[in-house]
């Protein structure tokens, strides 16, 4: 996602598309690259929050983990194929990471068990718990 939304920026802030401003200059691109961002930082503290969690062995390290997963792998597919929509034809020049960043984000959900099965299996049987706490992973327990 970081890659994508740098070389979006980049294209926005230098190209011109029909008209005197640059392409960051229209208000839909600049919300799309700032909704880019701020779901970036969202995947990066949430991932940072599941490493503490499970480098300090908090009960919570598990669930926050597959959060982090699922969350962050279907995050950066939104957040690319938006990238790629900011872009438009450009995006698919071949020196253009835009298209290769969307490639790898589009696996991202479906390698290391799938985003399906981790929220049925792994999810699931959290919740069943007779001692899962729902605040626990939120800090509020």
Known sequence: ???????????????RR???VPVLDHQSVAD???????RIEAVRLLAWRAMD??????????????????????TGVDVVNRLVQVMGVQAYDGHS????????????????????????RQLQDLLRGA??????ASGMA
């Open 1 to 15: 996602m970081r890659q994508a939304c740098a070389a979006t920026l980049e294209f926005a802030r230098t190209k």
């Open 18 to 20: 029909g008209g005197a």
């Open 32 to 38: 799309a690259l700032s909704d880019a961002k701020g």
């Open 53 to 74: 969690a499970v480098v300090s062995q908090q009960p919570e390290g598990l669930e926050l983990a597959l959060h982090a997963k699922v969350f962050g792998s279907e």
């Open 97 to 120: 990471p835009v298209m290769d960043q969307l490639q790898h984000a589009l696996a991202y959900p479906v390698i290391e068990g799938s985003n399906t099965g981790v929220r049925r």
């Open 131 to 136: 001692d899962y706490d729902p605040l626990a």
